[in-house]
């Protein structure tokens, strides 16, 4: 891993640095502690390749910078004599002695090319090196607007053998002044790599699709038919776990996966969604919900109107041998996606809803579980209905409050939250 290594001082204001020290200048000099990150080339190339940053992206994409730069080239020759004379009249008498140098190179390298001029120099990462066409520091300089973490695996393609070193000595506080005042990263520098990775991953995560986790395969596929038609412009942000493999479902299922995921430290935004019914109230109610990153979210199918009086079918009787019909408020018991799926799905010929069955008795929370009867037939009216849909004018027509209701309650516990977005010099200024 990276080592930090705090090694002897040296001077800060030097011409080296970029300052004029003189007797007019207010900058006095003064002797600062080096600070530095340092740790084998092979090892940083390793993190990169991980992180996607491999050869052969890096080759790729040095690849197209090459032949654009080419193309900028090739586009100067073409112009007219007067705009290649403005145009090489606005740059130094240096840069216009180099400039045709300059193009010939770019017109005659590839990915492996530059890679192996920057391997042929002997040792391109001191200060006071030639800034020559063709040079190594040249190439360097050439890429400095390139992403650096391309840059960086791109010259270790050209030194495997390298030490990488970060000097952190800039950075505001990293340093010891010589009158004894300390720097607040001195006890801390060691957790720098970290912290930049963990910012790293909260950026990230920002843009990576929030993935919604539910408890069976048609929870998912429901709610991402019913996204692409409610919220098409979202569709592509918001991601339903693909449950063609999973083994099994229910509430204790997910609670497990959601652990799992905690494990991992998955950097994506990650949505859990359980039914709103007694199985779910059974497995949460011992989970420790602190324990959770920000990033990962628990929530509930919400309540339901349609839910606060409806059918359900109690246990036969000797009055009722095929079970009692009666109205119930069945929110918290009999939550499941089928309720969600709208008036229109849940009707049967007759147009009376389907009821809710209830089914076992929850010693734990003294209620029982219900499940609504006939859920192959939901399912398939629901994916005509889906189908049916692509019309403006049948989505018209269509009940789909419920599921925008359970969309819009997704939709809002995958919002980022404002803290999740973290500086790191406001992260750095917090500990001094």
Known sequence: MLAVTPIT????????RGYEVDEETEIV???????????????????LDLMGVDEKRVLEYLQQKIEDNAAAAEHFSSITDDVRRQTLAEITPAGRENFPRSDMIWTSLDARGWIEQLRSVRDWTMPGLSHEVGSGQ????EADFWDD??????????????EVVLDISDLPGAYALPDGVGSFFESDWNSLPSDAAMITRDRA?????????????????FLEAGMAILYPHLSDL?????????????????????RAFNAARIANRVVALFDNDTAASEVLKSFNFRELPRQIKVIRCPDLELAKRYPTLGPPTIDSPRGSLSL??????????ELYLGRDVLRQADGALRPVQWKSFMPGSGKYQGEVTDKTDIHRSFRAKCALAKDAASLHNQDWDDMR???????????????????????????D
């Open 9 to 16: 001082a040296r001077q800060y204001y030097t011409p080296e």
């Open 405 to 431: 209701l359970l969309l819009d309650v997704i939709i809002d516990a995958s919002k980022s939250e404002p803290e999740a977005i973290v500086d790191p010099v406001s992260l750095w200024e917090e500990r």
């Open 328 to 337: 119930a408020d069945v929110n918290g018991l009999a939550g499941s996606i």
């Open 149 to 162: 973490r391309y840059t960086l695996r791109a010259a270790l393609l050209a030194r495997p053998e390298g």
């Open 29 to 47: 000099d003064h002797d600062i502690e080096l600070v530095e990150y340092r740790a084998p080339g092979h090892i940083i190339a390793a993190r």
């Open 138 to 141: 040249w190439l360097l300089d």
């Open 205 to 221: 995560a920002l843009h990576a699709p929030v993935v919604v986790l539910t408890e069976g395969r048609t929870d998912a596929e």
């Open 238 to 258: 918001i991601r339903f776990l693909d449950y063609e493999s999973k083994p099994e479902g229910g509430a204790a299922a997910l609670l497990r996966m959601v």
